[in-house]
């Protein structure tokens, strides 16, 4: 069965430092992983994906995330954070075994602090 | 493009009465999607089309639930007899397949059973 975790609730950073969100998975074939973000009062919105190809994918807004495959992890990152950066993100997951369910994990509100 | 539109916003209904919502994806894209989610946690995948047809539903769905994407454009999530336990954000989601798997969400319709 495929499964999303992201270990933490919230994430604290300060404006101008390197954010990281952790996302690990659990898959049965090959994974399609994707990272969203909700603003307050707003839809989700589609932040970058890892389908194939390079382990290190980048987004929208300057984020990035690095696929590991032996740590089962897709952790988004950004070098600099900013405070308009604040919001709640959703790491997903399906797998390349012919289904097309989606797993959410339960997301992570980052609060960048000025 | 006007992206995902989703109708009504908001519903409140009293116990056990049938409530239909409608989703309107982006033009171009054959899948379409539609989750649930609650207070506190990720969207939750009930069922997805492609096309007109209905190719994967969830096991945690309900019979009084259904979805139907008659013409392959909108489509119409309805439920029977509701349970405050229904009482959530309906969200659509859709998207074009192969290498765009990213979906793009609507703002949702978030459903109150009195």
Request: proline letters at 4%.
């Amino acid at each position: 069965a495929q499964s999303v975790a992201q270990p933490e609730d919230q994430v604290n950073v300060a404006e101008g430092n390197p954010l990281t969100v952790k996302c690990t998975y659990s898959v049965s074939g090959n994974p399609y992983l994707f990272w969203y973000v909700q603003y307050p009062n707003r839809g989700l919105q589609f932040l970058l994906k890892y389908i194939t190809g390079d382990n290190l994918v980048k987004g929208s807004y300057g984020f990035e995330a690095e696929f590991n495959k032996s740590q089962t992890s897709f952790h988004l990152k950004k070098p600099s954070a900013l405070v308009s950066d604040s919001a709640l993100y959703f790491c997903a997951v399906r797998d390349d075994t012919g289904g097309f369910k989606t797993i959410f994990g339960a997301g992570t509100r980052l609060f960048v602090k000025a | 493009d006007t992206g995902v539109s989703q109708d009504p916003r908001h519903k409140i209904t009293k116990r056990g009465q049938n409530v239909t919502f409608r989703c309107d994806p982006i033009s171009e894209h054959n899948r379409l999607y539609w989750y649930r989610q609650t207070l506190g946690q990720g969207p939750e995948f009930l069922t997805y089309f492609q096309n007109e047809a209905q190719l994967e539903k969830s096991r945690l769905l309900s019979d009084r639930f259904s979805a139907e994407r008659p013409k392959g454009s909108f489509s119409t999530l309805e439920i029977q007899r509701t349970e405050q336990g229904d009482s959530a954000m309906y969200l659509c989601a859709s998207s074009l397949g192969g290498s765009r798997e990213e979906q793009y969400f609507g703002p949702g319709t978030r459903l109150t059973v009195t």
